[in-house]
């Protein structure tokens, strides 16, 4: 069973930065591909960014241009780097990940994020 655990979500202002982490508890090499989501109060749960070997990450567009999505496989982390945020950021953010070999998905608990001044 694999476990994602999310951390780095907070309070911020509008315009400030967060980096989100998503820790896994195998090696994310066998996770493929890795997502972030999101959930605003009352609001479906949000695709928000994407990344996949061999290709290049994918964001909504609504947060192209602000959001980074990367990895460090020795630290079997997933990261999400938060520019210009702005209050309709305001979510929990979930992780998820595919497992190569059982195509089994796997989410986090979630954390908050919250934009607000």
């Known amino acids: 069973q694999v476990q994602l655990v999310e951390s780095g979500g907070g309070l911020v202002q509008p315009g400030g930065s967060l980096r989100l982490s998503c820790a896994a508890s195998t090696s994310i090499v066998s996770l493929d591909p890795m997502r972030w989501y999101r959930q605003a109060p009352g609001k479906q749960r949000e695709w928000v960014a994407t990344i996949t070997s061999g290709s290049s990450p994918n964001y909504v567009d609504s947060v192209k241009g602000r959001f980074t999505i990367s990895t460090d496989n020795p630290k079997n982390t997933v990261y999400l780097q938060m520019n210009s945020l702005k209050p309709e950021d305001t979510a929990v953010y979930y992780c998820?990940?595919?497992?190569?070999?059982?195509?089994?998905?796997?989410w986090g608990r979630g954390t908050q994020v919250t934009v607000s001044s």
């Open positions: 998820n990940a595919i497992s190569t070999w059982s195509h089994t998905s796997y």
